[in-house]
């Protein structure tokens, strides 16, 4: 399995920030992340939205999730490329498929769509340095 350790031996670009930041940035994330896809979780149960809106959201949360096996446990530069782009694709798909019904829900996402889309800059990089 590769460590985190190892990552930091992989080549990147030289704006790669360095690896302490990752964690507060995920931290942050994840509570933004909780609080919003699980509102919309609650909206599609209550059928106060259409249950098809929470679809990417679920499927974002596999690939976010997905990520970290991808890339430190099976060591796949490429694998986690697909997949960061996958994150990123549900997650554009989540908010445009929210903001008609909750625009709050699609704003909070904003964060964490300025990290993915610098994280898939960063990851694609990453993989074309690596291969």
Not at 55 to 77: D, E, S
Not at 117 to 126: H, K, P, R, Y
């Amino acid at each position: 399995m590769q460590t985190y350790r190892e990552y930091a031996h992989l080549k990147k670009p030289s704006w790669s920030p360095p690896a302490w930041v990752f964690g507060p940035v995920w931290t942050v994330l994840y509570v933004i992340i909780a609080v919003s896809f699980g509102w919309t979780f609650v909206l599609a149960f209550q059928e106060n939205i259409p249950a098809m809106i929470a679809v990417p959201f679920v499927l974002n949360l596999i690939f976010n999730f997905a990520f970290t096996p991808l890339q430190f446990g099976l060591k796949n530069n490429w694998l986690a490329s697909i997949d960061i782009l996958l994150v990123l694709g549900t997650l554009i798909w989540a908010m445009y498929a929210i903001f008609p019904y909750e625009p709050i829900i699609m704003y909070a996402q904003i964060p964490y769509l300025l990290w993915v889309s610098f994280a898939t800059c960063l990851q694609l990089i990453i993989t074309y340095l690596n291969s």
